[in-house]
């Protein structure tokens, strides 16, 4: 069966070295598309000397000329655009539609990290005596080991990518072995555009093999995930064993409120937009929707009115608005928390079906009432188009149950007073926060975490100067 990514290490693309495959199915029908390697302790030592390598080079070059590759690299994704999006599609299950999105994410992120390449500025500090010169120094922090999950593949490693080389930093990346034709697209872009052998290095295969041999390496000087909560954890620890710095953005449980004085209709309207978008995989993305009784009603009218529009089906079909799932086990998780919450605590089904029997992974868009905050899915993240609403009668009440979670990525309200919308932001307890709108994370804006999502920033300067290090240097002038 035909490779359909390959390992990517020291400038080849490369098949393992004991041959050893693995295959990559198609979740809109369950077929095998394609193989791909299953890296060997032997690869990925390679790849670590690779990256050690090219670092010492790539930290010499000018912050121009790190720019002018992330721009090349941008254009040529841009050129590329409809064969990524369709490798996305394939392999992922989201509608073309969604797939050019996020392609186009990726240009912006590649061009936004070439600016900020050339803006990574230290500081010069007024000196304490006369002849002296004090300075602060940005330099790359060194080798990056990076994962990054099948959601959003694409994006999510162009993030880290682009990021790190812009600082000076090589990378070994290990995408999902779920989607990796739209990584591998990526990185060819960054080939044809002229990146140094060994700057970005890619290995698949057994997840906790490499996390382990990777973290452990005194070659990587930095680690990044973004990922779930239980291997935020395991990552994090290994990471903390051998003192090295990480990014963690992980797992989140995000409340959307509505108070009275909203636009309920838009609300609504909006919020059906957001959940189901990525047939509800989006770490940001809406998990339970709280409704002042108000206008709960009101709500769930206009809200299922939107929901009824969504056709789900294959990614590639005219029409289809919403995919299927990227893997059975959420399937299997979207059955176990419908069946939780109206067998055992007494909420009603308002529209869908939950899994769809046939072939591949589908799942209805299903929308829960009278839901208790007892049900497993009010705490355990869905991820997956099932929705949640509850009513709530005041404020102090709704931040109660929204800050009641060990999660904190991101949280969302709607209202039509500024007094309302200032005390939200400020007490909800996470680092994302949309009011009267939601947004995906910007390429010039910080997705920082809160509790157990996670802690560090992707994104905007913050998220830049996670690849750097500061150096202070004192001088003193003859």
Same mark, same amino acid.
């Given at each position: 069966m035909t490779l359909i990514a390959r390992l990517y290490i020291d400038g080849q693309w490369r098949d393992a070295s004991d041959r050893g495959r693995m295959g990559v199915l198609d979740p809109a029908d369950e077929s095998v598309i394609g193989e791909i390697p299953v890296a060997t302790l032997d690869d990925m030592d390679e790849a670590l000397a690779s990256a050690q390598r090219a670092f010492a080079a790539w930290r010499q070059v000018s912050a121009w000329d790190r720019a002018a590759l992330l721009k090349r690299t941008a254009e040529l994704i841009m050129q590329r655009r409809p064969a990524l999006a369709r490798d996305l599609t394939r392999e992922q299950g989201k509608t073309i539609a969604e797939s050019l999105g996020e392609i186009d994410r990726c240009v912006d992120v590649f061009n936004w990290c070439a600016e900020e390449a050339v803006r990574s500025y230290g500081r010069l500090l007024p000196p304490r005596r006369a002849g002296a010169r004090q300075a602060t120094l940005k330099e790359p922090i060194g080798p990056v080991?990076?994962?990054?999950?099948?959601?959003?593949?694409?994006?999510?490693?162009?993030?880290?990518?682009?990021?790190?080389?812009?600082?000076?930093?090589?990378?070994?990346?290990?995408?999902?072995? =779920?989607?990796?034709?739209?990584?591998?697209?990526l990185v060819q872009c960054l080939e044809d555009a002229g990146a140094p052998a060994g700057v970005v290095n890619v290995l698949m295969g057994n997840p906790p093999d490499?996390? =382990?041999?990777?973290?452990?390496?005194?070659?990587?000087?930095?680690?990044?995930?973004?990922?779930?909560?239980?291997?935020?954890?395991?990552?994090?620890?290994?990471? @903390?064993? /051998?003192?090295?710095?990480?990014?963690? =953005?992980?797992?989140? /449980?995000?409340?959307?409120?509505?108070?009275?004085?909203?636009?309920?209709?838009?609300?609504?309207?909006?919020?059906?937009?957001?959940?189901?978008r990525n047939a509800g995989q989006v770490c940001l993305g809406?998990?339970?929707?709280?409704?002042?009784?108000?206008? %709960?009603?009101?709500?769930? =009218?206009?809200?299922?009115?939107?929901?009824?529009?969504?056709?789900?089906?294959?990614?590639?079909?005219?029409?289809?608005?919403?995919?299927?799932?990227?893997?059975? *086990?959420?399937?299997?998780?979207?059955? /176990?928390?419908?069946?939780?919450?109206?067998?055992? /605590?007494?909420?009603?089904?308002?529209?869908?079906?939950?899994?769809?029997?046939?072939? @591949?992974?589908?799942?209805?868009?299903?929308?829960?009432?009278?839901?208790?905050?007892?049900?497993?899915?009010?705490?355990?993240?869905?991820?997956?188009?099932?929705?949640?609403?509850?009513?709530?009668?005041?404020?102090?009440?709704?931040?109660? *149950?929204?800050?009641?979670?060990? %999660?904190?990525?991101?949280?969302?309200?709607?209202?039509?007073?500024?007094?309302?919308?200032?005390?939200?932001?400020?007490?909800?307890?996470?680092?994302?926060?949309?009011?009267?709108?939601?947004?995906?994370?910007?390429?010039?804006?910080?997705?920082?975490?809160?509790?157990?999502?996670?802690?560090? %920033?992707?994104?905007?300067?913050e998220g830049f100067d996670a690849y750097c290090k500061i150096k202070f240097v004192s001088q003193m002038c003859d």
């Open positions: 080991a990076a994962f990054t999950p099948w959601n959003f593949p694409a994006v999510l490693s162009a993030r880290k990518i682009a990021a790190a080389l812009g600082a000076g930093c090589s990378i070994i990346l290990k995408p999902s072995e =779920e989607t990796p034709a739209a990584v591998a697209g490499i996390s =382990e041999r990777l973290i452990e390496s005194p070659v990587t000087r930095k680690v990044t995930l973004t990922g779930s909560i239980p291997v935020g954890r395991l990552l994090s620890s290994l990471a @903390g064993q /051998h003192l090295k710095p990480a990014t963690m =953005e992980l797992g989140g /449980h995000s409340p959307v409120i509505v108070f009275q004085d909203a636009d309920v209709e838009k609300a609504a309207q909006m919020t059906a937009a957001f959940k189901f809406v998990s339970r929707v709280f409704v002042h009784q108000d206008v %709960y009603d009101r709500f769930l =009218e206009a809200f299922l009115a939107q929901v009824r529009l969504i056709r789900t089906g294959n990614g590639f079909d005219e029409g289809v608005t919403m995919g299927p799932m990227a893997n059975q *086990r959420r399937c299997a998780a979207m059955d /176990h928390l419908i069946r939780d919450a109206t067998a055992d /605590h007494g909420a009603r089904i308002a529209l869908g079906s939950g899994v769809r029997d046939g072939d @591949g992974f589908f799942v209805e868009p299903t929308v829960l009432t009278d839901v208790s905050d007892d049900a497993a899915i009010m705490s355990d993240e869905p991820f997956g188009p099932v929705v949640p609403i509850a009513s709530f009668r005041s404020f102090d009440e709704v931040i109660a *149950r929204a800050n009641s979670l060990d %999660y904190g990525l991101a949280g969302y309200a709607f209202t039509g007073s500024l007094r309302t919308a200032t005390l939200t932001a400020d007490a909800l307890e996470v680092g994302w926060i949309g009011i009267n709108d939601f947004s995906p994370a910007l390429s010039e804006a910080p997705l920082g975490c809160a509790k157990d999502s996670g802690f560090g %920033y992707e994104g905007g300067p």
